[in-house]
Protein backbone atom coordinates (compact mmCIF):
# COMPACT_ATOMS: atom_id res chain seq x y z
CA UNK A 1 0.00 0.00 0.00
CA UNK A 2 2.64 2.37 1.13
CA UNK A 3 4.00 1.70 -2.70
CA UNK A 4 1.02 2.28 -4.41
CA UNK A 5 0.88 5.65 -2.69
CA UNK A 6 4.26 7.08 -3.35
CA UNK A 7 4.11 5.99 -6.94
CA UNK A 8 4.34 8.57 -9.76
CA UNK A 9 1.75 7.18 -11.56
CA UNK A 10 -1.01 7.27 -8.58
CA UNK A 11 -0.45 11.35 -8.89
CA UNK A 12 -2.41 10.43 -12.74
CA UNK A 13 -5.46 8.63 -11.10
CA UNK A 14 -8.77 9.89 -10.68
CA UNK A 15 -10.66 7.36 -8.89
CA UNK A 16 -8.68 5.81 -5.92
CA UNK A 17 -10.75 2.46 -3.41
CA UNK A 18 -8.37 1.56 -0.88
CA UNK A 19 -11.69 -0.42 1.62
CA UNK A 20 -11.13 -2.84 3.73
CA UNK A 21 -7.33 -2.19 4.04
CA UNK A 22 -6.60 -1.67 7.98
CA UNK A 23 -5.11 2.02 7.04
CA UNK A 24 -4.03 4.16 10.14
CA UNK A 25 -2.05 6.96 11.05
CA UNK A 26 0.71 6.31 8.88
CA UNK A 27 -1.10 5.27 5.85
CA UNK A 28 -3.07 9.09 6.60
CA UNK A 29 -0.20 10.62 6.49
CA UNK A 30 1.06 9.28 3.08
CA UNK A 31 -2.46 9.77 1.43
CA UNK A 32 -2.41 13.17 2.91
CA UNK A 33 0.71 13.61 0.96
CA UNK A 34 -0.61 12.70 -1.85
CA UNK A 35 -3.72 14.70 -1.68
CA UNK A 36 -2.07 17.69 -0.72
CA UNK A 37 -0.51 17.85 -4.16
CA UNK A 38 -3.59 18.36 -5.86
CA UNK A 39 -3.72 15.14 -8.39
CA UNK A 40 -6.57 14.87 -10.25
CA UNK A 41 -8.02 12.59 -8.18
CA UNK A 42 -11.50 12.83 -8.32
CA UNK A 43 -12.95 9.73 -5.97
CA UNK A 44 -11.03 8.58 -2.51
CA UNK A 45 -12.87 5.87 -0.75
CA UNK A 46 -11.15 5.47 2.85
CA UNK A 47 -14.09 3.19 4.02
CA UNK A 48 -13.89 0.29 6.38
CA UNK A 49 -10.72 1.36 7.76
CA UNK A 50 -8.94 2.06 10.93
CA UNK A 51 -8.96 6.13 10.47
CA UNK A 52 -9.65 7.92 13.77
CA UNK A 53 -9.87 11.90 14.51
CA UNK A 54 -5.44 11.99 14.24
CA UNK A 55 -6.29 10.29 10.90
CA UNK A 56 -8.92 13.16 10.24
CA UNK A 57 -6.58 16.11 11.19
CA UNK A 58 -3.84 15.05 8.68
CA UNK A 59 -6.65 14.48 6.08
CA UNK A 60 -8.21 17.55 6.40
CA UNK A 61 -5.09 20.34 6.66
CA UNK A 62 -4.17 18.49 2.91
CA UNK A 63 -8.06 18.87 2.37
CA UNK A 64 -7.13 23.21 2.04
CA UNK A 65 -5.26 22.86 -0.96
CA UNK A 66 -6.89 20.40 -3.07
CA UNK A 67 -8.97 21.71 -5.82
CA UNK A 68 -10.10 18.42 -7.28
CA UNK A 69 -11.13 15.82 -4.76
CA UNK A 70 -14.97 15.88 -5.31
CA UNK A 71 -16.13 12.45 -3.49
CA UNK A 72 -14.61 11.54 0.02
CA UNK A 73 -15.81 8.25 1.56
CA UNK A 74 -14.71 7.70 4.96
CA UNK A 75 -17.62 5.89 6.04
CA UNK A 76 -17.22 2.77 8.87
CA UNK A 77 -13.79 3.97 10.15
CA UNK A 78 -12.96 5.35 13.90
CA UNK A 79 -13.91 8.71 13.06
CA UNK A 80 -16.26 9.34 15.34
CA UNK A 81 -18.13 12.71 16.15
CA UNK A 82 -14.62 15.22 16.85
CA UNK A 83 -13.35 13.22 13.18
CA UNK A 84 -16.19 14.12 11.18
CA UNK A 85 -16.10 17.43 12.36
CA UNK A 86 -12.88 17.92 11.53
CA UNK A 87 -12.76 16.35 8.55
CA UNK A 88 -15.78 18.82 7.70
CA UNK A 89 -14.31 22.24 8.74
CA UNK A 90 -12.21 23.13 5.74
CA UNK A 91 -15.11 22.34 3.16
CA UNK A 92 -17.66 24.29 5.10
CA UNK A 93 -14.75 26.88 5.49
CA UNK A 94 -14.08 26.77 1.81
CA UNK A 95 -18.33 27.12 1.12
CA UNK A 96 -18.27 30.26 3.25
CA UNK A 97 -15.55 31.99 1.71
CA UNK A 98 -17.35 31.71 -1.51
CA UNK A 99 -20.03 33.46 -0.40
CA UNK A 100 -20.14 37.10 0.45
CA UNK A 101 -19.30 38.21 3.67
CA UNK A 102 -21.99 40.43 4.63
CA UNK A 103 -24.87 38.35 2.68
CA UNK A 104 -25.38 34.65 4.17
CA UNK A 105 -28.75 34.44 2.29
CA UNK A 106 -27.98 31.78 0.13
CA UNK A 107 -29.02 31.92 -3.71
CA UNK A 108 -31.68 28.57 -4.69
CA UNK A 109 -28.83 28.45 -6.76
CA UNK A 110 -25.77 28.35 -4.27
CA UNK A 111 -28.32 26.58 -1.98
CA UNK A 112 -28.51 23.54 -4.75
CA UNK A 113 -25.17 23.67 -5.12
CA UNK A 114 -24.51 23.27 -1.07
CA UNK A 115 -26.76 20.64 -0.85
CA UNK A 116 -25.10 18.30 -4.08
CA UNK A 117 -21.73 19.17 -2.08
CA UNK A 118 -23.23 17.97 0.81
CA UNK A 119 -24.46 14.60 -1.21
CA UNK A 120 -21.12 14.18 -2.30
CA UNK A 121 -19.04 13.82 1.01
CA UNK A 122 -20.47 10.50 2.03
CA UNK A 123 -20.37 10.02 6.06
CA UNK A 124 -22.48 7.40 7.22
CA UNK A 125 -22.58 6.97 11.34
CA UNK A 126 -19.03 5.61 12.39
CA UNK A 127 -18.68 2.36 13.12
CA UNK A 128 -15.63 1.78 16.50
CA UNK A 129 -15.66 -1.96 16.94
CA UNK A 130 -13.77 -2.75 19.83
Do not use: W
Not at 10 to 34: C, F, Q, T, V
Not at 91 to 114: C, G, H, M, P, W
Amino acid sequence: MRCAIKSVELLKIRHLSLPDNMLGLDEARLIAEMIKLDPPLRTLNLEMNNLDAECAKLIAEALKFNTNLSILNISKNKLADLGVTILLRPLIKARLQETSSSDYNLSSKEQQQLSATQQKLIVSPNVVEE
